[in-house]
């Protein structure tokens, strides 16, 4: 799998080792990219933006809001979390669908997004 991230070079063959520290850190910007392929991938984003709602998330949670999306293959397969996410929960969800674990699915209420 290949991660791509706003400031940080793609790393194709990612490792799980590679992914979390990548993702611990700050240096990748706001956002990265897992993919299979073009069609098959989770990817998040920070939604920070200068409103009360993004301020009290921030501090209700010790991190940005970020939006979670993942796509399994076509453009009817593209969901996005219906809420906010912490950037640890980000790390898992990568760490997860690196792994091939598909679990990590059910822990969201998710809404297709519109293409």
Same mark, same amino acid.
């Given at each position: 799998?290949?991660?791509?991230?706003?400031?940080?070079?793609?790393?194709?063959?990612?490792?799980?080792?590679?992914?979390?520290?990548?993702?611990?850190?700050?240096?990748?910007?706001?956002?990265?990219?897992?993919?299979? &392929? /073009?069609?098959?991938?989770?990817?998040?984003? *920070?939604?920070?933006?200068?409103?009360?709602?993004? !301020? @009290? +998330?921030?501090?209700?949670?010790?991190?940005?809001?970020?939006?979670?999306?993942?796509?399994?293959? &076509? /453009?009817?397969?593209?969901?996005?979390?219906? *809420?906010?996410?912490?950037?640890?929960?980000?790390? !898992? @969800? +990568?760490?997860?669908?690196?792994?091939?674990?598909?679990?990590?699915?059910?822990?969201?209420?998710?809404?297709?997004?519109?293409?």
């Amino acid at each position: 799998m290949t991660l791509t991230c706003e400031d940080h070079d793609p790393i194709d063959d990612v490792s799980e080792k590679q992914l979390d520290e990548i993702l611990s850190s700050d240096v990748f910007g706001k956002f990265a990219i897992l993919s299979n &392929s /073009d069609s098959a991938f989770i990817q998040a984003a *920070s939604d920070w933006q200068p409103t009360d709602e993004c !301020a @009290a +998330f921030l501090e209700a949670n010790d991190s940005d809001p970020w939006l979670l999306e993942r796509r399994d293959g &076509s /453009d009817d397969t593209h969901f996005r979390v219906q *809420s906010y996410v912490t950037l640890d929960v980000v790390r !898992a @969800a +990568f760490k997860a669908y690196l792994s091939g674990d598909t679990r990590w699915q059910t822990d969201f209420v998710w809404e297709r997004v519109a293409t």
